[in-house]
């Protein structure tokens, strides 16, 4: 008895116990919980704070994890080798085919996008999206023989005919640089359009193509247009600027062999029309543009959707050598769509313009040309065909995998591991449902679609609160959100787990909300792994012009030129204060619409506000300048209407020298160690 | 002590598991794997879209279970009740719903059976059929119920409601009748529906979300055809269901149409079988089960169906006294999604956009036939008009009508002669918003991206005569 006396004993104890305090913890828990998601329903998870969103720390380094998140990717002349561009291993990995495994890792710059190799298969030129340079690897020694400097942001690169000069589209500061390769140097800095993504020459090297991202600057409610530029190879000018109409994210193009088409993946969003609905494609369509190459040659667009199943975020595309087939990656969706290229060719032949501007908008027309769609892993992005064509390789960005896909057969062969981290944390599964359309009804868009990168896509959606035609909103970037709540431009959910929560799939995704699984990833994801890009463009090392040191003071100051004093809501640095500059409240800044419903509006973030065009919660202000210019007169967007034009342009270069913190600490750190050096 | 325990200890555990085992051979159970079928004594008759009946609702039916490969092994799950049909499976394989009659005069209503024991619970209490069950993700289920009153005259509706019959909601109101209602993957209610008024029209698959929200045509087939069962998603993406002639109605055909495009992938797989169709279950993509009286044959039999070589295959079930009208199997099933609703019951209208009355698809053959310019719109009720709308210069217009009333919608030139219409019967749920993009659309066209005039302004209530609704304001963003 004294035996179980002394087990019994401490078991009743805790039993005890546990009765008289459970209650009262639960009860704090969960106001605990409620305070902390800003939701009434969220689990007693103590994992799904504590654990998932911690930014640094052992804890942070324990339940993350390192990817190389292929992102695009290149085959060799003999077709042995892949190189593979590794977006966050920030590495161009070589690939043996025949072996299947990863040969050579070759760092490059920071965030490398894309990849070409000389004529010669000997050299690889890399973009680094975030370094603003482009990688020399020497692929005999594997080594970075040279880094070549370019305009912001490099993404697309392309070769001209000759091989003695290397195009990048320079998506950040939107132009295109032309690199002389003998010399290393930039020899022409030409204006493409908004954001430019993929770069090609034609068939016959006489011309190249500047596909876009983004959207020419116009008012809401305008035709969108986005620009593809056209560049005379021989003479590096640009020769035309064709306006695609009611399309945008135009990531990549290709050319047939014979020449006589370009093809381009786009999205199609209806930005324009209220969000009342799901159905009959009335929030996104994704498809490809086709450009005849001829003289008077047509624009064309197809939709890749179908009348219950959409193909979201369609970003490259590979033709095979003999012409017949054209694959498209559709990173939503997890697939591949096949076109038959012929089918197209007799599509445009036997169509009128007018039924051709139908055919834009027609969700049956994909069965005319569409062979297959074939599943791959988490966000297919880079296509590559090996030189007989005859088999296609698909950079698995979020798999850290590659697909190998017969053309012929049209299935899947084999995948190659490329020996990034196996295991999937919970801010991965996150990144993946960022990316992936599924939790949409139909799969007509994912977050990525309006947030392309974790950013904002520069349109502005007419959300129909009340009534259709009101509340116009301007897209938000997702970078660095974690830090800056509340959400929404109304200010109406604290938490990403509201933001994201119930009301978000009644009123966006319009089907099954996230299970609480995938809403714990999903803001695991957005509150710990979305930094901003290196301000290299107005800010690249910490320290400001002369110009951005007067913006500066006249954004810190607290009395005007004339020497009075300026009333504290309306000095700016009030509402907009290090180190995110915002200080997270409402505001009233005058810029309240009669379409808008709310009052107040929440005071966003400021770092990497320059590459956040539109301004203000409508977007009706296309630059910063605009913002006090057309919009700011009556002084409650601060006191500015003392300053001079040349004041006021240097306000807004100290506004797009803003940048994460993370980057003033490491240039803090550069500046402690130099002087330690001394 | 220590000896008792031993002895004690043991006996427990063996006759727990004993329990465990005697529970689990439960001879009234009807475990997974198993298939339920309809038996109908009479002659299958073709349904009647107006009554409601003969949708396998034939007095003297039943359910009966069997494991497939033994039909020795069939009993009757239904012995007490008159009459009893359209068995529909939970979504854990471990319920079934079905509508039946417990004695001859009475009318149908949707009871609820547990499989494992066969106890069962009447669900819905009404002097009207409920009939057409079918489970929904969360909790509650959607069924037809003869619905009489002054908005839609008399119509079978469908409804949902808890699995305990609270909590009820009417979710279609037209004057059409709905049936032989199924759940898609995508959560959306697939319904064969028929227009009543003013005129009879051709049946339809209509799809809506369990809310009665953007209700909207699925399939319609070729002039005449007639819709005789209720259709199945299959897993590889298809929709089947039984389609017959209107002129042959009894020799129901076995066809399938893709989910990703239904109304221009029809396929009759059965095209060359002499028999005459009258259900399906898609086991696998290349395995169904149909209920098919074959010719020469005098009753309803269950065949294996390959719809890959398109042909009926082995018999699995026959019964001499019974037609064979349908089979469920019991199983677990992947739950479709389960939708967010729009509708808030405080509100008392709905909001519909349409962005150009007078949009022309020149893809369609008959866009020339009418080239006059509409300048308006007349919305029609049941029986009488709610009032003319000058359409924006755009040809856009904005609704606000009253919400659970049916309504059409006919396009007017400046003489208000017709041009166009008017359209199949429109509802709007409390709080809906939904629009469409011209009169005449091909239901396969998206929205032009463009700001329509009309939205620039407050939306016209309907009826017209109503200047103003005082209402709860819900802010969707």
Known sequence: MRKYLKILLPVGVICILGAIFYSPYHTWARKHVNLMTATEDHPLNCASCHLYLQKSGVISKLVNAHYYSPFNLAVSNDGRYLYVVAEEGNTLLVVDTKKQKVTHKVEVGNRPHSIILSKDGNTAYVSNQWSDNVSVVDLTSFTVTDTLKTGGGPAGVALSADGKYLYVANSFSSDLSVIDISTGAERKRLNAGNSPAGVQINADGSLVFVTSRRTLSKPFGDTIRCELTIINDNKQRVVERRDVKSAYIMENISFTPSGDLAIMPLVRPKNNVPTIQIERGWMMTNGIGIVEQKPSGRTIQLLLDEPNAYYADPFDIAITPDGKRAFVSNAGVDCITVIDIDAIRKLIAESTNETLKTYANHLGISSRFVLKRIRTGANPKGLALSPDGKKLYVAEHLEDRIAVISTESLETTGTIDLGGSGRITVARHGRRLLNNAGHTFQNQYSCYTCHPDAHEDGLVYNMASKDMGRNITNTQSLRNIGDTPPYKWNGKNQTVYKQDGMRFSTVLTRTEAFSYRDLDALAAYIMTGIPNPPNLQYNPNGELTESQKHGKAIFERTHNFKGYEIPIVNRCVTCHPAPYYTNKKMADVGTLAASDDSILFDTPHLNNIFASPPYLHDGRAASLEEIWTLYGKTEQHGSVNDLTKIQLNELIEYLKALRDPEYEQKSTEILHASFGHK | ?477
């Open chain 2, 1 to 477: 002590m220590k000896i008792k325990r031993t002895i004690i200890l043991p006996n427990i555990v063996l006759i727990s598991l004993s329990c465990i085992l005697m529970a689990s051979c439960n001879s009234k159970s009807v475990k997974n794997g198993m298939l339920l079928v309809t038996e109908a004594p009479q002659n299958i008759q073709t349904p009647d879209y107006i009554s409601g009946e003969s949708w396998r609702y034939l007095a003297g039916a039943r359910i009966s279970a069997f494991m497939p490969g033994k039909p020795s092994s069939l009993k009757v799950l239904t012995e007490n009740f008159f009459s009893a049909s359209s068995p529909k499976i939970s979504y854990d394989g471990r319920f079934m719903l079905f509508t039946a009659q417990q004695k001859q005069d009475e009318s149908w209503q949707i009871w609820e059976m547990n499989l494992y024991n066969r106890k069962c619970r009447k669900i819905t209490s009404f002097n009207d059929n409920c009939t057409d069950p079918v489970y929904l993700p969360g909790g509650r289920l959607a069924f037809t119920k003869l619905t009489i009153n002054d908005t839609v005259k008399s119509a079978h509706c469908l409804y949902t409601c808890n699995l305990d019959g609270s909590g009820l909601r009417q979710i279609t109101f037209s004057p059409n009748a709905c049936f032989a209602t199924t759940v898609l993957k995508d959560g959306r209610l697939l319904t064969v529906s028929r227009q009543l008024l003013p005129d009879k029209e051709d049946p339809m698959l209509m799809v809506m979300r369990p809310d009665g929200t953007k209700a909207d045509m699925f399939y319609k087939g070729a002039g005449g055809s007639v819709l005789t069962s209720s259709a199945h998603e299959t897993s590889d993406g298809k929709i089947v269901f039984i389609e017959a002639d209107k002129g042959t109605p009894a020799a129901g055909r076995l066809v399938s149409v893709s989910y990703n495009r239904p109304l221009h992938t029809r396929i009759d797989l059965t095209s060359g079988i002499a028999g005459n169709f009258c259900s399906v279950l898609p086991l696998g993509p290349d395995n169904y089960l149909v209920s098919c009286c074959m010719s020469g044959s005098e009753r309803y039999a269950l065949y294996e169906f390959d719809p890959v070589k398109k042909s009926v295959g082995q018999e699995v079930l026959t019964d001499p006294e019974y037609n064979i009208l349908g089979a469920v199997l019991v199983e677990e099933n992947e739950r479709p999604k389960k939708l967010p609703s729009e509708v808030d019951l405080q509100v008392k209208t709905g909001l519909l956009l349409c962005q150009d009355i007078n949009f022309l698809n020149p893809m369609l053959p008959d866009n020339s036939s009418d080239i006059r310019k509409a300048i308006k719109i007349e919305v029609l009720g049941v029986d009488t008009t709610y009032g003319v709308v000058e359409v924006e210069k755009d040809g856009s217009f904005q609704l606000k009508a009253m919400a659970d009333t049916p309504f059409r919608i006919r396009t007017l030139d400046e003489k208000n002669n017709i041009v166009n219409g008017p359209c199949s019967w429109l509802w709007l749920r409390p709080n809906e918003r939904r629009g469409c993009i011209g009169c005449h659309e091909d239901p396969e066209m998206v929205p032009e991206n463009k700001v329509s005039l009309a939205i620039r302004k407050p939306p016209v209530i309907i009826p017209v005569h109503v200047t103003e609704v005082k209402e709860k304001i819900v802010e969707l963003e």
